[in-house]
């Protein structure tokens, strides 16, 4: 069945790294632009960051811009967000999308704390 599953998150400290990854299966992954959107403990969803089905073009919300990096293999049908200089603002569950907006992930947590 169509499905994406997320991976990599956990409890990491301020200031250090975490790579996500997200895992598709079902459809023709390199056929679709995909998406990151984030959840913060009692907040709504906020949109992460973009990229092209080709990684032709990326982009970010301004929070995250300069720190994380999204990247997709299409080869092995996964799509990576490295999360650098970690804040504790960035805590938050994770979730991957396609652009279409009808598949997502279960989603990762991500805990940034001392």
């Known amino acids: 069945q169509v499905q994406l599953v ?3 998150g956990g409890l990491v400290q301020p200031g250090n790294s975490l790579r996500l990854a997200c895992t598709s299966s079902g459809f023709t992954f390199r056929n679709f ?3 990151w959107v984030r959840q913060a403990p009692g ?5 992460v960051s ?3 089905m080709d990684s032709s073009g990326t982009t970010y919300a ?3 811009k300069g720190r994380f990096t999204v990247s997709r293999d299409n080869a092995k049908n996964i799509l990576y967000l490295q999360m650098n200089s970690l804040k504790p603002e960035d805590t938050a569950v994770y979730y991957c999308a396609k652009r279409t907006w009808d598949v997502w992930g279960q989603g990762t947590q991500v805990i ?3």
């Open 6 to 8: 997320e991976s990599g």
């Open 50 to 52: 973009n990229i092209n």
């Open 62 to 64: 301004e929070p995250v």
């Open 43 to 47: 907040k709504g969803l906020e949109w």
């Open 112 to 114: 940034v704390s001392s």
């Open 33 to 35: 632009h995909m998406t």
